[in-house]
């Protein structure tokens, strides 16, 4: 069985507990106590030297990085619906779409809901909250272009990316951006899947 090294308001670790329901894994769930910075700790950092949760252990092996992790068990699995698009080409356009979700999305986005949350507003650094915001702004406009005609960012179904992505737009109203239509009834579908739902509304 599979051991998740995680903590339950941690986003990253929240994209591997939805790919894990998605694909009904069977795995345990190890808590991290973040919150008593038990992962700067000696024994933690052996795991993970850069004292970060989500991390999948399988016997002696540990992976950390949520989008490799799910990559590998997607990988390792070969399930008859595989999330990964076949094709050469497709794929490397698919792997281009996780890289600008990470640097495009989730960073901008964690700049302002970790101040938003955790930093009292009398020292937010609100130009880079600004500049984040606006980047979230272009970012969504980019994914309107393929929300207008499509139900999911790739091949028309839930996948791979909805998984990275949700526990990410689920804060999206407190991104001081526009949000274009599509991308919202997009956002709202998500929510809707069963995985999704089953991890987020923890
Ligand atoms: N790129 C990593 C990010 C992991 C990450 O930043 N995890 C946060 C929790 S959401 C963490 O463990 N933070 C603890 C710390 O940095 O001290 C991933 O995709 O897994």
């Not at 024994?43 to 004292?51: E, K, R, V």
């Not at 990964?84 to 698919?94: G, Q, T, V, Y």
């Not at 990470?102 to 020292?123: N, R």
């Not at 091949?155 to 991308?183: C, R, W």
């Amino acid at each position: 069985m599979y051991g998740l090294y995680s903590h339950p308001n941690s986003t990253y670790s929240k994209r591997v507990h939805i790919y894990l329901q998605y694909r009904n894994l069977e795995y345990e769930t190890i808590h991290v106590a973040l919150d008593k910075l038990e992962n700067r700790k000696k024994t933690f950092l052996a795991i993970n030297p850069y004292g970060k949760v989500p991390v999948l252990k399988e016997g002696e092996f540990l992976l950390s990085e949520s989008s490799a992790i799910i990559r590998y068990l997607e990988e390792k699995h070969s399930f008859p619906n595989p999330l990964f698009p076949a094709d050469l080409k497709e794929r490397a356009l698919f792997n281009q779409w996780i890289n600008q979700c990470e640097s495009e999305f989730c960073f901008p986005g964690s700049v302002i809901y970790f101040s938003k949350k955790f930093i009292p507003e009398e020292k937010w650094e609100t130009k880079r909250m600004k500049d984040s915001a606006k980047r979230i702004g272009r970012h969504f406009d980019i994914l309107e272009q393929v929300l207008n005609t499509n139900q999911y960012l790739i091949g028309n179904q839930f996948g791979l990316l909805e998984i990275l992505y949700a526990p990410f737009i689920e804060h999206y109203e407190m991104m001081d951006t526009k949000v274009p239509k599509s991308v919202e009834d997009w956002i709202h579908r998500v929510m809707e899947e069963p995985s999704v739902k089953k991890v987020l509304k923890t």
